[in-house]
């Protein structure tokens, strides 16, 4: 009896009685073969439930009715064990773990997914079309692959943001960027929807305190409030309680001041500027 090339399944002979029985035996190597799932690659001996139909990879060191099988594909068949050789390039889905094996000619190893180009990454978690990378963890680690390391936030444009956004299920507590400019921002809220905010110009390094502020604290080597007029104040209102101000005066004096909210007072005794 002559026997295929690849998969050794027994050839119909010319003349041949009980063709069926040669044909059949084709077919019952195709059926285990064909589209090869495991329920382990691990095991190196027979588990205990097997049933008839199971396929399992044999590992390494083998033992009992496996032992000197190791790397074949078991099958159990009418109680029995049966062995196949897998030929280089063969593999199989493992079904207990979901992953795929290959064999390599001298053992089963796991294939490795090309990570390039995929469109969602979920670890310990689900991924989405938003948050395309998605990491449920107690720790996050990012370190350098020999000296230094960056984390880079990139946006398209001046409008947009680029920003690390720290919350509290789910809403937001603080935020630092560039949020839809290009002066960097630190801003906090007490319930996700007012935020107060801290901003570096990025033209001039200034550090603004509070909404829209009126005076800057400037670096340049020392840190110093910029004098501002009283009438270039922004409304009380309109400023919102917390901003500060360093108001000159006509005399070419200057005094700190603070908004409460419905009016800039001055530091030193509390009356209106």
Known sequence: ?????????????????????????????????????????????????????????VAAGATGDWAG???????????????????EGWRADVTA????????????ILVSQDLNGIDLVGVNTSADATNRLAVSADA?????????????????????????????NWSGRAEMGLAGTDDFSIKT????????????????????????????????????LTPVTVASLPAAATQGAGAIAFVSDASGGAQLAYCDGTAWLKVADGTAV
Not at 38 to 46: E, G, H, I, Q, S
Not at 145 to 155: A, C, E, P, R
């Open 1 to 57: 009896m002559s026997n295929s090339t690849v998969l050794s399944l027994p050839l119909l002979q010319a003349s041949q009685a009980q063709k069926h029985v040669t044909h059949n035996e084709a077919l019952r190597l195709l059926d285990i073969l064909v589209q090869l799932s495991v329920k382990t690659a691990d095991d190196t001996a027979p588990p205990p439930g097997a049933t008839d139909g199971d396929r399992y990879l």
């Open 97 to 108: 773990s979901g992953e795929q094996m290959r064999f390599d000619g001298s053992s089963w």
């Open 140 to 168: 996050t680690l990012l370190t350098h692959d020999g000296s230094s390391h960056q984390l880079k936030v990139n946006k398209a444009s001046t409008g947009d943001t680029g920003s690390l956004l720290f919350q509290n």
């Open 69 to 87: 099988e190791d790397t074949k594909i078991a099958l159990l068949e009418n109680g029995s064990w049966q062995f196949f050789t897998p030929l």
């Open 189 to 224: 809220s007490a319930d996700g929807s007012a935020w107060n905010d801290t901003v570096i110009a990025s033209t001039t390094g200034d550090v603004g305190i509070g909404k829209a502020p009126a005076a800057k604290l400037d670096v340049d080597g020392i840190m110093r």
